[in-house]
């Protein structure tokens, strides 16, 4: 299918292709206290036939906005300021509303980054997109019917007849934006505008529904303007990039040349990690063979489920080490249970069995008051910034408050210590004094670390803490917690789904799928030579950020099928078989076990172990 | 977060508006607080001793300036009655700005009662879920169930018509709504990041109730309190209307309505009618003030 | 026009009626306060006069008083010097038994074809002894009236006691001899009233059931069968009721066919709905609606100086109202004429006594007059000078009063308050609802300070009233809500009680309310008028001493 | 599903009416009033006051009383089990046909005035929201504020004022007929639609016109939260995501209105249901104004005379409908939204 469909693309960036849509110092503002607030500010790029074009930029930096305001549209009560906005030859900034209308949906179709939110939550899925259809298309209502089923089929939904009578909060997210793309491309658009279509949604599936996308427009043949965050989307879907900086495109380069080299200060800021590879980080070596800063053993969490016997089985007897100044990778999909660990660990969901041995202390076995204590040693920074600090201290009680519960400083001793906490942290001083209403999600993080930081922790767990970044306050602060291992020696346990952070921070990293450590080894071992069939799974559908090994121009190693078991009643033997490409009638019948393979990495799979299964190294480490 | 500031203030009326609404609702409420201070003691009459004017009707808009004039320059005898007096003889105007002084309170002592039982119940019940709480919130629930005004009326009428049972019928019929608001707060603030910070960070549990949780769950209770206020004297004022609030001669809007209704049907309209202007501005202040409270929630 | 009809109803009340009488159908519509609640005068809504009124309507008594001439507004007066049968056409007295012999009248039929004869009688009495309703009043006006073996042993264990004896004895089909315990001057006046109207015995024991052999239920609820002018047509509480003639009426078929009584509760709309000329009676308005009402085109305005009055009850039982000083200072206090002019747009005066001025044996003593100087000084006298001390008693000062009745006392306690707070005592006001304010007056006795206006004694006599409320308690003193207690007063009443000689009787009871004044027992205030607004094609309005309008006097011209 | 939804409803609202019963049951006898001395009267002695509460059976322990009440002892009267909300203290009539007599008078006036308050409210919250911040939208949300904080009962005087006593174009607030008109046959308690039946053209204006100001005047008190409600979900709903989206393909302008009106109505359903709760309860004052003798005015009458078989019969009916109110309005709302589910 995609070697097909690549075959029969043309790289547009080689002919000349026509000019689809051509904007001109568009500009929008909002409203704000009196002051027009200009997110878009003399926005000017052109997009051709069938070209596949990246727009990427920081939380705020108008993408959004710009990919509305390109249909003419902007969210009250903002308003389109000024600019042109040619589709066609013509500009549909100064079309009639009804002319504008018809235009919408059937020249320019557009899926939005909240796809669930997007549809209509009161009708059912196949008469939205019936309407859209109707909209611009005449067709009799069994035409029309037949159209959507058409079109859900082809957006790759399995029973497209059943999920068109479903109704939009009973989709998952990558159905409802599979919907949302069936809609738009209804009626075959010359411009599919895509804006962050995969945020929110996994990894496994992120790269299946952007192969799909791809797909889906190569055979409608209509351009794509793809809005994103992720480096790994734009280099390997698209033809050329946009960067929007303030309001305004910085830099406008085909995609290689852009990763190769990039112009713009901003560019070169969020291409820093890849043009430095990551060994250049600098990683601090680890001493071998010393006792382990952190073990647990056989950890294992069980939640009860409400009003019946039944238990959630998220945490499955998970063993894991980490030495000093050494940082685990906790690797897997949401719901694996990477989270949960990271929780147990610190107590602060208490494990149903297990321990968690730190220092040569079971923590599992402390009383609560002792824990308490032991805290000042142990930390965590969580994944949502703006979710993690008490809104209504300043930042300076926020930093205080570990040391008031663990020291017995002076007061200016401890002013004194969150003045150097800041600094730690790269922080302005000046910031102590406020609150972290209006702070940005980077400097938000940043607190967080410091606060964990306050008491001299030795380990640190750091629950996804990049997640929720712009591309640029992620490559900060991955700098930042490489320095702070380096310098003060602290040791992390990196849950994360993002893999491509996840190599540049770590040296260890372990997969975790529903509950279980799957694979444990280096990050070398485990990137470049995976072994369990899941762990390939994974590493296959991540999108590096490497343009020179594309997606849509390789063969894509068969992906897993069908949906993760649900944690409740879970499978007698190994929990992936149900979804293995690998799969044989043992493999059902037999609980996997986690054995060690040479160079101390392990893996919970039989067939690898025994060496049936390819040790898969074509991604792209 | 600009734009994501942008995108949910959108509701927002534009500044000048506000402040224009905002500023009327302020002072409104400003004035009510002074008369609620200094009240009885500014009127032209005692509010509480009969004059041997009755019924005299307020001077018609032409003679006031020359009345006025009059009375600045001592020439008149008496004060000029400037909202006329009612059928016992009381001095309208006085009785009018005095009144704040009952209603006010009233509104205020019972906010401030079911305010900190409220929330202190509602911490309680959000933050320890056991059979305890559910019990405790079933209980507030049947009370929640009431009919408000005349669950008002029953325990004011029986207990005896007093202004601490008018306070204790109010602060009845409020506290449910304030434990609910906070429980479901305090439900929502204890899941979130920094609590469990606080708790990563070796707080006890007491002290992230304490000291993180109820913080951050006040803001509902403290702009239900705003809205409730008007409502407050609303329903002080309905009670005395069909005779289970304040005792007369006591100043009080709803009763001076009360002793005018009969009035009013003869066509003496303002002992009643000013009174009625009094509560419609307060009370609308009070709404102005604490839309604007909400709206400031809304957009944080 | 008018007065013509008063005189005539004033020689012969039969006679008007037959000739009144016009050949088209008359009916009114009246707006009361409300409807009666219930109609069994031994039942719970006895003491509620809109259902006393419907007891009159419905039910007739042994004997009334005799019409006398009309007022200056036109209104019929009793002649409280003549007593006269009804039921009753004559009777006999013999002092050496204390019996009392009735000739009962023949031929009179109630609504349900029964006629009237001695065994109704001999009923209602037995009914009264049996004391089985919630309030019992038939009891309490035997009792009164001295008739043999309506003592309070009825409440006993003893059933025997509630049993008619041979005090009530039935000689034929038209005679019943009554026997008193003991000489008392109240015999008549009390069966005048509507606590002793005679039920209709086959009716009422068509509804009796084991449970309820008296048929409270059915008479509290359904139909009071006597045999009065009117016989029930529709009766919806809280609404409405309605009457139509009784063509059998001893006295001859009412003038006005169908009566209904419509449930106004508020007194400003009645007075309303009645200058709009739809309706033609109300009653129970304020003062003030009355006035207003006097000058309204086609309504009349009529009022009569009866037994309804004001006075502040001071508790002897409370500090400081057990110094006689105090008592007399406040009664320097009140401003009557501000009061009556105030409160009563006039229509009232200062009640200088303690029983109503019409009744027998009423004497005028007690000269109040309003001097906040001499006030101020008894007050001083009392040891309170400027009111210092006087906080010291909290809520004594607290002036109660029926909170219903705001409109027409809301007025006047104002004035009361604030001149007392003038001379310096401390005086706030206390409405509280009819029941608590009676719970309290009567059953408790505790209100250390109100205003009254609802105590009017229903039997005709000043000793009928110095019994009610100012003979010590344990003396039978029976609603001494002011906790009066006098050594004179209390001997004087001995005496009068069984004195059969009216001179020497009425002697004594002024000596009574000489010391009533003194003592100031009572702060009497004024007497009002007990006002009826009517339209002026109404003609024919009476008064009787329990404030209820006989429907049967009155016809549209 | 939906079956076992309304029956679970039922079940928690019945516990819930359990609860209430016994609260006020026990709350209305420690007030320390004395419902006794009322029913005796003037001029009674101890002896008649002991007979009177014997016969009211208030003598007997509280708890007795209780069971009783509630329906345990059936031999001495019937109780709730019964279908019995005991016998009014002060006529002696069954709670349950008095509270049948007045009931529909309020609930006839309270639904007429929601009828009016959302016809006109309706249109005008979203006549607010599509016109966002313009001079109309501002005057639609000051007065939306404005009669949400109005004291009903001063209104409801001032109509009297100005089109009774002024005007002479509204009849005098003296209940739901004029005084000389006999009502129709009482068939569901609803003036309107009992004249109707009667086949009464003229009472049907009648009751009309009488219901005129006390309708105004709730009307006007409940157009306040209407259209503020309405006005904010609606320019919720339009500023939604999807119905950003529906514009973003093309869909035409009143297939987009449809969606944006149908998605504020679905929230507006519990607010209304709260309301009318709330209405039912306050209707006392309007009520009284008017002379309708409706729930409320038996409430006063109960409370003033202490009937408290009334007074806990009042309380418990007017729960007990704003349940079912709430519930028929959450059946409402969940036929609207499909995201609601049982």
Same mark, same amino acid.
């Given at each position: 299918m995609h070697r097909e469909a690549a075959?029969?693309?043309?790289?547009?960036?080689?002919?000349?292709?026509?000019?689809?849509?051509?904007?001109?110092?568009?500009?929008?503002?909002?409203?704000?206290?009196?002051?027009?607030?200009?997110?878009?500010?003399?926005?000017?790029?052109?997009?051709?036939?069938?070209?596949?074009?990246?727009?990427?930029?920081?939380?705020?930096?108008?993408?959004?906005?710009a990919a509305l305001a390109l249909l003419g549209l902007a969210r009250p009560p903002g308003k389109i300021l000024g600019g042109r906005v040619e589709f066609d030859g013509r500009d549909l900034l100064k079309l009639p509303e009804a002319e504008i209308r018809a235009i919408r949906g059937r020249d320019i179709g557009i899926i939005v980054q909240n796809p669930r939110s997007s549809l209509n939550p009161m009708l059912r899925i196949g008469k939205q997109i019936g309407y859209a259809y109707e909209a611009h298309n005449q067709a009799s209502g069994t035409e029309v019917r037949r159209k959507v089923i058409e079109m859900l089929r082809m957006v790759g939904i399995n029973d497209p007849e059943s999920r068109a009578e479903a109704y939009a909060h009973e989709l998952s997210g990558g159905m409802a934006q599979r919907a949302l793309i069936a809609m738009a491309l209804s009626s075959k658009p010359k411009l599919l505008i895509a804006d962050e279509p995969t945020s929110g949604l996994d990894v496994t599936i992120q790269a299946q529904f952007l192969d799909e996308m791809w797909n889906t427009v190569q055979k409608t043949g209509s351009a794509i303007l793809l809005i994103t965050q992720e480096l790994g989307t734009l280099a390997n879907y698209c033809d050329r990039v946009l960067v929007l900086h303030e309001g305004r495109?910085?830099?406008?380069?085909?995609?290689?040349?852009?990763?190769?080299?990039?112009?713009?200060?901003?560019?070169?800021?969020?291409?820093?990690?890849?043009?430095?590879?990551?060994?250049?980080?600098?990683?601090?070596?680890?001493?071998?063979?010393?006792?382990?800063?952190?073990?647990?053993?056989?950890?294992?969490?069980?939640?009860?489920?409400?009003?019946?016997?039944?238990?959630?089985?998220?945490?499955?007897?998970?063993?894991?080490?980490?030495?000093?100044?050494?940082?685990?990778?906790?690797?897997?999909?949401?719901?694996?249970?990477?989270?949960?660990?990271?929780?147990?660990?610190?107590?602060?969901?208490?494990?149903?069995?297990?321990?968690?041995?730190?220092?040569?202390?079971?923590?599992?076995?402390?009383?609560?008051?002792?824990?308490?204590?032991?805290?000042?040693?142990?930390?965590?920074?969580?994944?949502?910034?703006?979710?993690?600090?008490?809104?209504?201290?300043?930042?300076?009680?926020i930093l205080t408050e570990p040391l008031d519960l663990h020291t017995k400083l002076s007061t200016a001793d401890k002013r004194r210590r969150a003045e150097e906490l800041m600094d730690l942290v790269d922080l302005d001083r000046a910031l102590l004094d406020r609150r972290p209403r209006g702070l940005g999600a980077g400097a938000l993080q940043r607190i967080n670390i410091a606060r964990a930081l306050a008491c001299n922790p030795e380990f640190i767990v750091l629950d996804e803490p990049t997640s929720v970044l712009s591309p640029r306050a992620r490559v900060g602060l991955i700098e930042l917690l490489v320095r702070l291992q380096k310098e003060l020696g602290i040791s992390y346990l990196f849950i994360s789904h993002d893999l491509t952070t996840v190599r540049y921070l770590c040296h260890k990293v372990s997969v975790m799928y529903l509950g279980q450590i799957v694979e444990t080894g280096t990050v070398e071992q485990v990137f470049s030579k995976p072994r369990h069939p899941y762990s390939q799974a994974l590493l296959s559908a991540h999108l590096f950020p490497d343009p020179t090994n594309r997606r849509v121009d390789s063969v894509i190693p068969a992906a897993l099928e069908g949906e993760i078991p649900s944690p409740i009643d879970l499978p007698h033997g190994c929990y992936l078989a149900s979804r293995c490409p690998h799969v044989?009638?043992?493999?059902?019948?037999?609980?996997?076990?986690?054995?060690?393979?040479?160079?101390?990495?392990?893996?919970?799979?039989?067939?690898?172990?025994?060496?049936?299964?390819?040790?898969?190294?074509?991604?792209h480490a | 977060m600009s734009s994501q500031h942008t995108l949910e203030t959108a509701d927002m009326l534009p500044r000048r508006r506000r402040d224009w609404l905002f500023g009327l609702g302020l002072t409104i409420v400003v004035i009510v607080v002074a008369l609620a201070v200094v009240g009885p003691y500014i009127g032209p009459y005692d509010p509480t001793l009969t004059t041997p004017n009755v019924s005299v009707p307020p001077p018609s808009l032409a003679e006031v300036p020359g009345l006025f004039s009059a009375w600045i320059s001592g020439t008149l005898e008496a004060p000029p009655h400037w909202m006329g007096t009612d059928a016992s003889g009381f001095d309208v105007f006085s009785r009018v700005i005095a009144a704040p002084r009952t209603d006010l309170v009233i509104a205020l002592v019972a906010n401030g009662l079911s305010l900190v039982i409220g929330v202190f119940l509602g911490l309680i019940a959000g933050y320890y879920r056991n059979a305890a709480t559910e019990f405790m919130m079933r209980v507030s629930d049947v009370m929640q169930s009431f009919p408000v005004f005349i669950s008002a009326m029953v325990l004011v009428a029986l207990a005896g018509r007093s202004t601490t049972n008018i306070v204790i019928a109010l602060a009845f019929v409020y506290t449910p709504i304030y434990v609910r608001l906070t429980r479901a707060e305090v439900m929502s603030q204890k899941v979130r990041g920094f609590v469990e910070a606080a708790r990563a960070l070796g707080n006890t549990e007491l002290n992230i109730a304490i000291r993180h949780v109820l913080p951050n769950s006040l803001t509902p209770a403290l702009i239900q309190a705003s809205v409730t206020i008007g409502f407050a004297i609303l329903l002080t004022a309905g009670l005395s209307f069909v005779g289970a609030g304040v005792r007369p001669p006591t100043p009080e809007w709803g009763l001076m309505i009360s002793t005018g209704a009969n009035q009013i049907i003869l066509g003496e309209w303002w002992p009643s009618v000013f009174p009625g202007i009094a509560i419609s501005l307060t009370v609308f202040g009070f709404a102005v003030l604490g839309n604007a409270l909400e709206r400031r929630y809304d957009a944080s | 026009m008018l007065k013509r009809n008063a005189l005539l109803s004033a020689v012969a009340v039969a006679t008007l009626a037959v000739t009144a009488a016009p050949a088209a159908a008359q009916q009114i519509l009246v707006l009361a306060e409300d409807v009666p609640a219930g109609l069994d005068y031994d039942g719970p809504s006895a003491a509620i006069p809109a259902s006393q009124q419907g007891m009159v309507t419905l039910m007739e008594p042994l004997v009334g008083y005799a019409a006398g001439p009309a007022n200056e507004d036109g209104i019929g007066m009793p002649d409280f010097s003549k007593i006269e049968g009804r039921l009753v056409e004559s009777w006999d007295y013999d002092p050496a038994t204390l019996t009392w012999t009735l000739h009962l009248r023949k031929g009179v039929k109630g609504c349900d074809g029964a006629t009237f004869d001695a065994k109704d009688v001999a009923y209602t009495f037995a009914r009264a002894k049996s004391v089985s309703g919630a309030a019992p009043i038939g009891w309490f006006l035997s009792n009164v009236a001295s008739i043999d073996g309506f003592t309070p042993a009825v409440f006993g264990d003893d059933p025997k006691a509630k049993e008619l004896g041979d005090e009530v004895k039935i000689i034929d089909d038209y005679t019943v001899q009554i026997r008193q315990s003991e000489p008392n001057a109240l015999f008549l006046p009390v069966l005048s009233i509507f606590g002793l109207l005679v039920y209709d015995k086959e009716t009422m024991e068509k509804h009796a059931t084991e449970k309820d052999p008296w048929s409270h239920d059915y008479a509290n609820t359904q139909n009071a069968p006597g045999f009065g002018a009117y016989c029930l047509d529709k009766w919806s509480k809280n609404q409405e009721i309605s009457y139509k003639a009784n063509p059998d009426y001893y006295r001859g078929k009412p003038a006005i066919d169908k009566v209904t009584v419509r449930r106004v509760p508020q007194s400003s709309n009645r007075a309303v709905v009645l200058r709009t000329g739809q309706a033609q009676l109300a009653s129970g308005l304020t003062p003030k609606e009355f006035d207003s009402l006097r000058t309204a085109k086609g309504v009349a305005v009529g009022g009569v100086t009866g037994n309804e009055n004001l006075f502040v009850h001071m508790n002897f039982a409370a500090k400081p109202f057990d110094n006689p000083k105090v008592r007399e200072a406040i009664a320097h206090?009140?401003?009557?004429?501000?009061?009556?002019?105030?409160?009563?747009?006039?229509?009232?005066?200062?009640?200088?006594?303690?029983?109503?001025?019409?009744?027998?044996?009423?004497?005028?003593?007690?000269?109040?007059?309003?001097?906040?100087?001499?006030?101020?000084?008894?007050?001083?006298?009392?040891?309170?000078?400027?009111?210092k001390g006087l906080e010291a008693f909290g809520d004594a000062f607290q002036l109660s009063y029926v909170a219903e009745k705001e409109s027409t006392l809301g007025p006047i306690v104002n004035i009361i308050q604030s001149?007392?707070?003038?001379?310096?005592?401390?005086?706030?006001?206390?409405?509280?609802?009819?029941?608590?304010?009676?719970?309290?007056q009567l059953v408790k006795g505790d209100l250390p300070f109100a205003v009254n206006d609802q105590e009017k004694p229903i039997g005709v006599d000043a000793g009928y009233a110095v019994q009610l409320f100012f003979v010590s308690k344990d003396k039978g003193g029976l609603n001494n809500m002011v906790n009066y207690s006098s050594q004179v007063v209390d001997d004087l009443w001995a005496k009068a009680r069984i004195e059969p000689d009216a001179a020497k009787r009425t002697e004594m009871l002024g000596q009574i309310q000489d010391q009533l004044a003194a003592d100031v027992a009572w702060l009497p205030v004024v007497e009002y008028k007990t006002q009826w607004a009517y339209s002026d094609k109404l003609k024919g309005m009476r008064w009787y001493p329990d404030n209820s309008v006989r429907y049967f006097d009155l016809s549209v011209q | 599903m939906l079956f076992r939804y309304i029956s679970k409803r039922f079940a928690v609202g019945l516990l819930q009416l359990i609860g209430l019963t016994i609260a006020v049951f026990f709350l209305i006898r420690l007030l320390p009033a004395d419902p006794v001395s009322r029913l005796v009267g003037m001029n009674a002695s101890p002896e008649a006051y002991a007979q009177a509460a014997k016969q009211l059976g208030v003598d007997r322990p509280l708890l007795a009383q209780l069971a009783t009440y509630l329906g345990f002892q059936p031999e001495i009267a019937p109780g709730l089990l019964q279908g019995s909300l005991g016998v009014s203290w002060v006529t002696g009539t069954p709670v349950t046909a008095e509270i049948a007599a007045y009931l529909p008078v309020t609930l006839e006036l309270v639904t007429l005035s929601f009828i009016l308050a959302l016809a006109v409210a309706v249109p005008i919250g979203m006549f607010g929201a599509l016109n966002p911040g313009g001079?109309?939208?501002?005057?639609?949300?000051?007065? +939306? /504020?404005? *009669? #949400?904080?109005?004291?009903? =009962?001063?209104?409801? %005087?001032?109509?009297?004022? &100005?089109?009774? !006593? @002024?005007?002479?174009?509204?009849?005098?607030?003296?209940?739901?007929?004029?005084?000389?008109?006999?009502?129709?046959?009482?068939?569901?308690?609803?003036?309107?639609?009992? +004249? /109707?039946? *009667? #086949?009464?053209?003229?009472? =049907?204006?009648?009751? %009309?016109?009488?219901?005129? &100001?006390?309708? !105004? @005047?709730?009307?006007?008190?409940?157009?306040?939260?209407?259209?503020?409600?309405?006005?904010?979900?609606?320019?919720?709903?339009?500023?939604?995501?999807?119905?950003?989206?529906?514009?973003? *393909? #093309?869909?035409?302008?009143?297939?987009?209105?449809?969606?944006?009106?149908?998605?504020?109505m679905a929230p507006s359903m519990t607010l209304i249901g709260i309301l009318y709760g709330f209405m039912l309860s306050g209707a006392v004052l309007t009520e009284s104004v008017f002379s309708l003798g409706g729930i409320g005015q038996y409430a006063i009458n109960a409370v003033l005379n202490y009937d408290y078989p009334a007074i806990q019969a009042v309380v418990l009916v007017i729960t007990a409908i704003s349940l079912v109110v709430y519930l028929a309005l959450d059946l409402i709302h969940a036929a609207i939204d499909p995201r609601i589910a049982f």
């Open positions: 075959a029969v693309a043309e790289r547009p960036e080689t002919m000349a292709a026509r000019t689809v849509l051509s904007v001109e110092n568009l500009v929008v503002g909002y409203p704000v206290d009196g002051r027009m607030v200009k997110p878009v500010d003399g926005l000017s790029f052109k997009v051709h036939e069938r070209e596949v074009v990246g727009l990427i930029g920081d939380a705020g930096s108008g993408k959004s906005t495109i910085v830099e406008d380069a085909p995609v290689r040349q852009f990763f190769a080299n990039p112009q713009h200060p901003y560019s070169q800021q969020i291409l820093k990690l890849q043009r430095e590879r990551g060994h250049s980080l600098g990683l601090p070596p680890v001493e071998a063979g010393t006792r382990p800063l952190l073990a647990t053993t056989d950890l294992r969490k069980t939640f009860a489920v409400r009003h019946t016997k039944k238990l959630i089985q998220a945490v499955d007897k998970v063993s894991l080490t980490i030495g000093r100044g050494e940082t685990l990778g906790l690797v897997g999909e949401s719901g694996s249970g990477k989270t949960t660990v990271g929780r147990c660990m610190l107590r602060l969901l208490e494990p149903s069995s297990g321990s968690v041995v730190f220092d040569g202390e079971d923590l599992v076995k402390l009383p609560p008051n002792d824990m308490r204590r032991y805290r000042s040693k142990l930390q965590i920074v969580f994944q949502d910034p703006f979710d993690s600090l008490n809104p209504r201290w300043s930042i300076r009680r044989v009638e043992a493999c059902r019948a037999t609980p996997q076990a986690l054995e060690p393979l040479e160079g101390g990495q392990s893996v919970r799979c039989w067939r690898a172990v025994a060496g049936e299964i390819q040790a898969f190294g074509g991604a | - | 206090a009140i401003p009557f004429e501000q009061i009556i002019k105030t409160g009563y747009f006039g229509q009232a005066h200062q009640w200088k006594g303690s029983v109503p001025s019409g009744y027998p044996g009423f004497k005028e003593a007690g000269q109040y007059s309003y001097d906040p100087e001499k006030a101020k000084a008894l007050l001083a006298e009392a040891g309170y000078a400027d009111g001149s007392l707070r003038a001379i310096g005592i401390p005086a706030t006001l206390n409405p509280i609802p009819q029941t608590q304010y009676g719970d309290r | 001079k109309a939208d501002k005057g639609v949300f000051v007065y +939306s /504020l404005f *009669a #949400g904080s109005q004291p009903e =009962f001063w209104w409801g %005087l001032l109509f009297v004022y &100005l089109f009774f !006593f @002024t005007l002479g174009i509204a009849p005098a607030p003296l209940g739901r007929l004029s005084p000389m008109s006999s009502p129709p046959d009482v068939v569901t308690g609803f003036m309107t639609i009992d +004249s /109707l039946i *009667a #086949g009464q053209f003229d009472l =049907f204006v009648e009751a %009309l016109h009488h219901l005129m &100001l006390p309708v !105004f @005047t709730m009307a006007f008190i409940l157009s306040g939260p209407i259209i503020k409600m309405v006005r904010q979900n609606m320019a919720r709903a339009l500023q939604s995501d999807f119905v950003l989206y529906a514009n973003c *393909a #093309g869909l035409p302008k009143r297939r987009v209105a449809g969606y944006a009106l149908r998605a504020a």
